[in-house]
């Protein structure tokens, strides 16, 4: 295939939406799946958004024509051996619950620590970063950067989401606050300036290539027919 990788999420108008409707369909992986759950912990409103997403998800699957199910006796028995061999649920170490804390609930049981005991190095650009992995397909980490910060101009290698936990941020597409996610790809650079006052902290992942299957595009369109 020639030409650069197509981007689904660039080609809608509210990239968020898409977002939301690859989340319903489970089809993201555990990174995006912590960023877009700790968004709808943040916004009531993409709760609601997404409500609406999982009841057009049921009629769809009402819809669907029954398939015969090949070997049913021998795969149920395997499933049944999988629980039975599986080990119990292992006690959550991370409260739940924490209105204290700068995380959202959803990154706080993904990242399995509290905001506190994040390991941040701060890089030559001011800005101090916790990083969570990274290597050549996907970085995910958890950005702070002091009010007044101008960060220089910078170019994306592949699809970057930047959700603010705290404080704010603007580029030249607008400001993001607590809740926003900030999308930008290989076709925009864009030079973040922090909020003046306190510390801005975001959860960013960058993924090189993300292909949604079509359960999320066709969700968005159960939903807007
Ligand atoms: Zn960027």
Same mark, same amino acid.
């Given at each position: 295939m020639n030409g650069p990788p197509i981007n689904p999420i660039e080609r809608v108008d509210c990239p968020v @939406?898409? =977002? =939301? /409707?690859?989340? &319903?369909?489970? /089809?993201l992986d555990p990174a995006l799946m912590a960023l877009v759950g700790a968004h709808l912990d943040l916004?009531?409103? *993409?709760? /609601?958004?997404?409500?609406?997403?999982?009841t057009a998800a049921g009629g769809w699957l009402a819809e669907l024509e029954p398939a015969p199910f090949a070997d049913r006796d021998r795969r149920l028995a395997a499933a049944c051996a999988a629980i039975d061999a599986a080990p119990e649920d292992a006690p959550a170490t991370v409260p739940i619950a924490d209105a204290d804390d700068a995380l959202p609930p959803s990154l706080r049981r993904y990242l399995g620590r509290a *905001? @506190? #005991? =994040? #390991?941040w190095t701060t890089r030559p650009d001011g800005v101090a970063e916790c990083v969570i992995s990274r290597d050549r397909h996907a970085e995910v980490v958890v =950005?702070? &950067?002091p009010g007044g910060t101008e960060l220089p101009?910078?170019?994306?290698a592949g699809l970057e989401l930047t959700l603010v936990l705290t404080g704010g941020f603007r580029d030249a597409a607008g400001r993001y606050g607590p809740g926003d996610i900030c999308v930008a790809d290989e076709t925009r650079a864009h030079r973040p300036v922090i909020d003046p006052g306190g510390d801005c902290v975001c959860f960013a992942v960058t993924v090189v290539h993300v292909r949604l299957p079509d359960a999320a595009g066709r969700l968005l369109r159960l939903l807007v027919r």
């Open positions: @939406d898409v =977002l =939301l /409707a690859a989340y &319903a369909a489970g /089809a916004r009531p409103k *993409s709760r /609601a958004f997404l409500a609406a997403l999982e *905001s @506190d #005991a =994040l #390991a =950005l702070r &950067a101009t910078h170019e994306h």
